[in-house]
């Protein structure tokens, strides 16, 4: 069993960062491919962006202003968040797939953190 326990999360004023981690439990943790989401009230859950045997991939929304990264030997998996907006508000997950790469849709990922909490404020 694999669990995901994220961290980092807070309040912090528009532009302003945030580094969340994800640290993980379970065997061959080099081995998964990673990702983060997201979820506001009210909205779907939406991918951020993924990493795995293939490299790093983001969605639109936040390139060039997040990035995913992962310590195999601590199994830690981050996303460092920069130029923070009111809309970045939502809860942070990370999320795990222990063969392939996993896609953008939340059912393709096999195991969850809890979420932490990022509010933005204006």
């Known amino acids: 069993q694999v669990q995901l326990v994220e961290s980092g999360g807070g309040l912090v004023q528009t532009g302003g960062s945030l580094r969340l981690s994800c640290v993980t439990s379970?065997?061959?943790?080099?081995?998964?491919?990673m990702a983060w989401f997201r979820q506001a009230p009210g909205k779907e859950r939406e991918w951020l962006g993924m990493?795995?045997?293939?490299?790093?991939v983001y969605a639109n929304s936040v390139m060039g202003r997040f990035t995913i990264s992962r310590d195999n030997a601590k199994r830690t998996f981050d996303l460092q968040m920069n130029s923070l907006k009111p809309e970045d508000t939502a809860l942070y997950y990370c999320a795990a797939k222990s063969s392939g790469m996993g896609g953008s849709t939340a059912s393709e990922w096999d195991y969850w953190g809890q979420g932490t909490q990022v509010t933005v404020s204006s």
């Open positions: 990493i795995g045997l293939i490299g790093t």
């Open positions: 379970g065997r061959d943790f080099s081995t998964y491919a």
